[in-house]
């Protein structure tokens, strides 16, 4: 299985400052096609996961320009340039590369 | 707006079977842009990925759970299911159920296929292994 190692595990952010999430995985997440199979997820509290991030740039249907992913292989980040307090919650990483899938720990990233 | 519903008991008995469906609306399950996944939470933890299925059937578990897994499509009532025998407490948990985007993309090995993103997700449904 591709282990998935998300930090730092908490974050706190005064609102208006850049923050930056970091996942490793234990094996390169790039597909065939030149994509990375890297997913990124927020979980706010008492809310179902909601996609961030696919293919491990590119920003979902909705998703405020704050948020921008990075990365290729095994290191991926998730950076949010302003952070809001509608920003709380946890996020997780996920490779979809080979099953089974698989989730970092999660980030819980709190406002100051 | 594509949107999808859990449904099943709340409370299961040690060593029976768990079952919960995700009803899809507005949407059609049958389409071949993607998967239709189930995914769980227990209390407290992260996120666990349990199976993934087509429309046509074609489905895929992780290990640690296939040998009590089956996941089922039924296009005729748009829906998916879920079914986990012998639980235990440790299946306690809020489970999910999400539309998963499949692409096809060029590679040296000619179509191949990818997956872009979990991008519609159900509510949850918490289950809870109690006797």
């Known amino acids: 299985d591709i282990v998935m190692t998300q930090s730092p595990l908490s974050l706190p952010v005064t609102p208006g400052e850049p923050a930056s999430l970091s996942c490793r995985s234990s094996q390169s997440l790039l597909h065939s096609t030149g994509k990375n199979s890297l997913d990124w997820y927020l979980q706010k509290p008492g809310q179902s996961p909601q996609l961030l991030i696919y293919l491990g740039s590119n920003r979902a249907s909705g998703v405020p320009d704050r948020f921008s992913g990075s990365g290729s292989g095994t290191d991926f980040t998730l950076k949010i340039s302003r952070v809001e307090a509608e920003d709380v919650g946890i996020y997780y990483c996920m490779q979809t590369l080979q099953t089974p899938i698989t989730f970092g720990q999660g980030t819980r990233l709190e406002i100051k | 707006q594509l949107q999808l519903q859990e449904s099943g008991p709340g409370l299961v008995k040690p060593s029976e079977t768990l079952s919960l469906t995700c009803t899809v609306s507005s949407g059609s399950i049958s389409s071949s842009n993607y998967y239709w996944a189930w995914i769980r939470q227990p209390p407290g933890k992260g996120l666990e990925w349990i199976g993934s299925i087509y429309y046509s059937g074609s489905s895929y578990y992780t290990p640690s759970l296939k040998s009590r897994v089956t996941i089922s499509v039924d296009t005729s009532d748009n829906q998916f299911s879920l079914r986990l025998s012998s639980v235990t407490a440790a299946d306690t948990a809020v489970y999910y159920c999400?539309?998963?985007?499949?692409?096809?993309?060029?590679?040296?090995?000619?179509?191949?296929?990818?997956?872009?993103?979990?991008?519609?997700w159900g509510q949850g449904t918490t289950v809870t292994v109690f006797s």
């Open positions: 999400a539309r998963h985007r499949r692409g096809v993309g060029n590679s040296r090995y000619g179509s191949v296929y990818y997956y872009s993103g979990m991008d519609v």
